[in-house]
């Protein structure tokens, strides 16, 4: 159809960032945790680029621009324009749980 192969784009988009987030936020827990208990930390999570995305704030915005643009795209095209592919509503759930893993982290 109209959109195809942009939704298969923006599925892989969304779960891709929605990896790197909970990835990211498992790290900086672990990290939290370590410090905590005194203990040295391991490497790979002093070196790990999406813990400290998340410690510093933009895993949290890029996951909520993320979704709110994705969720808007995917409301318009189907209201717009009828598409009711599987597609969309993947992405529609996909931008969701972006949107409040987003919060969620920005709230951590």
């Known amino acids: 159809m109209l959109f195809d192969e942009l939704f298969r784009v923006l ?8 990896f790197f987030a909970l990835l990211g936020l498992k790290f900086s827990k672990k990290a939290k945790l370590d410090e905590e208990q005194k203990r040295v930390p391991k490497k790979i999570y002093k070196i790990c680029p999406c813990k400290r ?3 510093s704030g933009l895993m949290s915005k890029l996951c909520i621009y993320s979704g709110a643009i994705c969720f808007m795209l995917s409301l318009t095209n189907l ?3 009828a598409n009711l592919n599987l597609n969309n509503f993947i992405v529609l759930f996909l931008a969701m749980l972006c949107t ?6 920005k709230n951590d």
């Open 100 to 105: 409040m893993l987003g919060w969620f982290i």
């Open 11 to 18: 599925i892989i988009y969304l779960a891709l960032i929605i």
């Open 53 to 55: 995305a998340v410690e």
């Open 79 to 81: 209201t717009l324009i």
